[in-house]
């Protein structure tokens, strides 16, 4: 289906979405089209909210977020999450701040059909007393104490991919992140993808997403631009430069979103 469509039919008002990709297939596209959309009061949750989730945020779209890290990678600051965490605006935005490890296992729980996940970690920081959904416990097997995380069960995952074939299998490879642990714990899952291919040929570093997984399948070229994908396009680093000025003040960044967003989408 067209991605206008998928977002319109499986994305809701409320809902809690995982937009992910790690530096590479991130899904700017559909991130996009759901500011297109005013999707509004979601619980967004990503490891490391860049780029489209400080759009998403700036648009009114996001209620919390739950991350390990922020920022807009090799430049700085994010500063429409700033400006909602300090100022409420254009909405007051409620953080549930993890580790790396942390939300991977949160993932890992989710997809696995458990309640939680145990790992190590989380220690020397002050994550403990102010973060929800982690919790020290005893192991069962000695005195050692562990830390619980619990399981993350997304609405919707939305993920970028190189390529689907025409059963609607989707085929990605490269830098993976935690996109396959996210696209296996969601309810639902949206998938862009680069193109359609009679068969797969195989990648170094690859997975495929068989078509029982996927709700909603969307051909979008140049999806997660201005990200990279492996095997078609380079990342843009000075669009992220750019969107520090951008993104610097509310009026800019209102043209920008009249101008790059509100303005464009499939026709």
């Known amino acids: 289906m067209s991605l206008a469509e998928a977002?319109?039919?499986?994305?809701?008002?409320?809902?809690?979405?995982?937009?992910?990709?790690?530096?590479?297939?991130?899904?700017?596209?559909?991130?996009?089209?759901?500011?297109?959309?005013?999707?509004?009061?979601?619980?967004?949750?990503r490891l490391t909210p860049d780029l489209i989730y400080d759009q998403m945020i700036g648009a009114g779209c996001i209620a919390k977020l739950i991350f390990?890290?922020?920022?807009?990678?090799?430049v700085g600051s994010l500063h429409r999450l700033r400006d909602a965490l300090s100022n409420s605006w254009p909405r007051a935005l409620e953080i549930e701040e993890h580790t790396h490890a942390g939300m991977t296992n949160r993932y890992v729980?989710?997809?696995?059909?458990?309640?939680?996940?145990?790992?190590?970690?989380?220690?020397?920081?002050?994550?403990?007393?102010?973060?929800?959904?982690i919790a020290q416990i005893k192991s069962p097997f000695g005195d050692e104490v562990l830390l619980a995380v619990a399981a993350l069960n997304p609405d919707v995952t939305i993920i970028h991919a190189q390529q689907a074939d025409r059963k609607n299998n989707v085929m990605s490879w490269g830098i993976l992140g935690s996109s396959k642990e996210a696209v296996f714990a969601a309810k639902k899952v949206i998938i862009t993808v680069e193109e359609i291919v009679d068969e797969f040929k195989p990648h170094h570093n690859s997975v495929i997403f068989p078509e029982k997984l996927i709700t909603a399948l969307a051909v979008s070229p140049r999806g997660a631009?201005?990200?990279?994908?492996?095997?078609?396009?380079?990342?843009?680093?000075?669009?992220?430069?750019?969107?520090?000025?951008?993104?610097?003040e509310r009026e800019s960044f209102n043209q920008w979103l009249e101008a790059e967003v509100f303005s464009k989408g499939e026709k």
């Open 109 to 133: 729980a989710g997809a696995s059909g458990l309640p939680f996940s145990v790992l190590r970690g989380y220690d020397g920081t002050d994550l403990l007393s102010n973060t929800e959904n």
């Open 68 to 74: 390990s890290w922020g920022g807009n990678p090799g």
């Open 7 to 45: 977002i319109s039919l499986h994305v809701q008002d409320g809902d809690t979405v995982a937009l992910e990709g790690f530096t590479h297939l991130i899904p700017f596209a559909a991130g996009q089209e759901i500011i297109r959309q005013k999707k509004k009061d979601l619980t967004a949750i």
């Open 225 to 248: 631009w201005p990200s990279y994908a492996s095997g078609y396009y380079e990342r843009d680093n000075e669009q992220y430069i750019a969107w520090d000025e951008v993104s610097k």
